[in-house]
């Protein structure tokens, strides 16, 4: 949600307060790091597609997956099905619209432009990749979410919900100049490795099962992982006005 006069989000204040306990924004960075790392792509990557609990020997703060849909293997050449053309809707045209994503804005030059229409049969057949890796998207979906922010005066990240500090011990190349410039996203980007991956459901990811009817019949409230540890899901993103989960 965002303030009408500011175009602002608005964050629920609780938000604010779980992202000062200690470890929390490390949490949320080790998710996306985990899955970067298996060269696997994840859009959706807001709070409200986590959930957290604490390890029961270290007593840190872990995020797992709440929302597994939009999450793609990054391949080399993508088959054009429906998620992959997302994808590269994403990557070549969606992220720039009203300067969203700014540490990429001198791309609005040579970005694809279309209606919704055309570009859902543009990027059927030319679904990408734009970006050169799964860490390059990590970055920029870590600006677009909000995570972070970036000040064109300085060319520097700035905090949004988290500390950009925290993210780069995650993504080292965070604020390298090579990452912050114009891209040719009128044109894919075929010159990539592609690892081979381990299987998306792996252990310390720990992604929730949603055909449960738990989820069906309820909103953001604390849950049960399977052996009794227990975990909280934050509601709905920044929505201020939704209700929101108890830590603890």
């Given at each position: 949600?965002?303030?009408?006069?500011?175009?602002?989000?608005?964050v629920?204040p609780?938000?604010i307060?779980?992202?000062?306990?200690?470890?929390?924004?490390?949490?949320?960075?080790?998710?996306?790091?985990?899955?970067?790392?298996?060269n696997l792509?994840?859009?959706?990557a807001?709070?409200?597609?986590?959930?957290?609990f604490?390890?029961?020997?270290?007593?840190?703060?872990?995020?797992?997956?709440?929302?597994?849909d939009?999450?793609?293997?990054?391949?080399?050449?993508r088959?054009?099905g429906?998620m992959?053309?997302?994808?590269?809707?994403?990557?070549?045209?969606?992220?720039?619209?009203?300067?969203?994503?700014?540490?990429?804005?001198?791309?609005?030059?040579?970005?694809?432009?279309?209606?919704?229409?055309?570009?859902?049969?543009?990027f059927?057949k030319?679904?990408?990749?734009?970006?050169p890796?799964?860490?390059?998207?990590?970055?920029?979906v870590?600006?677009?979410?909000?995570?972070?922010k970036?000040?064109?005066?300085t060319?520097?990240f700035?905090?949004?919900l988290?500390?950009?500090?925290?993210?780069?011990?995650?993504?080292p190349?965070?604020?390298?100049?090579?990452?912050l410039?114009?891209?040719p996203?009128?044109?894919?980007?075929?010159?990539?490795?592609?690892?081979?991956?381990d299987?998306?459901?792996?252990?310390?990811?720990?992604?929730?099962?949603?055909?449960d009817p738990?989820?069906?019949s309820?909103?953001?409230?604390?849950?049960k992982?399977p052996?009794?540890v227990p975990?909280?899901?934050l509601?709905?993103?920044?929505?201020a006005a939704?209700?929101?989960?108890?830590?603890g």
């Open positions: 949600m965002r303030d009408p006069a500011t175009k602002e989000k608005i629920n609780k938000l307060e779980f992202l000062n306990e200690p470890g929390a924004q490390e949490a949320i960075v080790d998710l996306i790091y985990k899955l970067a790392k298996r792509a994840w859009e959706d807001h709070i409200g597609n986590m959930y957290f604490k390890n029961p020997d270290t007593k840190q703060w872990v995020a797992g997956l709440f929302d597994t939009r999450i793609i293997k990054w391949d080399a050449q088959s054009g429906s992959q053309a997302w994808f590269g809707y994403v990557e070549a045209q969606l992220m720039l619209e009203d300067q969203q994503v700014m540490s990429l804005y001198n791309s609005d030059l040579n970005r694809y432009r279309g209606a919704f229409s055309e570009s859902k049969d543009y059927g030319f679904p990408g990749p734009y970006f890796s799964a860490e390059f998207f990590a970055e920029k870590f600006e677009w979410k909000g995570w972070i970036f000040d064109p005066k060319r520097r700035v905090k949004g988290i500390d950009p500090a925290v993210v780069e011990k995650r993504f190349h965070l604020f390298d100049p090579d990452r410039h114009e891209l996203l009128s044109k894919q980007n075929r010159e990539m490795a592609n690892p081979a991956l299987n998306l459901f792996i252990d310390d990811v720990i992604p929730l099962n949603l055909d738990f989820w069906k309820s909103r953001a409230i604390p849950w992982l052996d009794g975990a909280i899901l509601a709905n993103r920044y929505m939704e209700p929101f989960a108890v830590i």
